[in-house]
Nanobody, 129 residues
Framework: VQLQASGGGLVQPGDSLRLSCAASGGTGSGRTFSSSVMGWFRQAPGKEREFVAAISRSGGSTSYADSVKGRFTISRDNAKNAVYLQMNSLKPEDTADYYC??????????????????WGQGTQVTVSS
């Protein structure tokens, strides 16, 4: 699976951004995007990559890091092979490179980096006044 993240940018505190991640391709087993648990992670300068949000294959279940709960919303459109991260009320501490990831070997949503086999390139989000 190839993942392409987009939508990052420079915004002011309190603003909103919507990140998108487009998926293409599959595995040798023929699995598709809809068979993947999808996640968003972020990595701030000098810090380790951390979990942000994840969504189940059907989109019926989601999970969020405590730091973004109530402000961020993850969603997916399996018809478009895309996953989104709506980020509201952004704070300077949300500044990071954001990565989308796909997991095809698990059935339940997961927050561990090791659960995800496929990663997109990062899209940079900077929140600053």
């Amino acid at each position: 699976v190839q993942l392409q993240a987009s939508g990052g940018g420079l915004v002011q505190p309190g603003d909103s951004l919507r990140l998108s991640c487009a998926a293409s391709g599959g595995t040798g087993s023929g699995r598709t995007f809809s068979s993947s648990v999808m996640g968003w992670f972020r990595q701030a300068p000098g810090k380790e990559r951390e979990f942000v949000a994840a969504i189940s294959r059907s989109g019926g279940s989601t999970s969020y890091a405590d730091s973004v709960k109530g402000r961020f919303t993850i969603s997916r459109d399996n018809a478009k092979n895309a996953v989104y991260l709506q980020m509201n009320s952004l704070k300077p501490e949300d500044t990071a490179d954001y990565y989308c990831a796909a997991a095809q070997k698990i059935y339940a949503i997961a927050s561990e980096i090791r659960s995800y086999e496929y990663w997109g390139q990062g899209t940079q989000v900077t929140v600053s006044s």
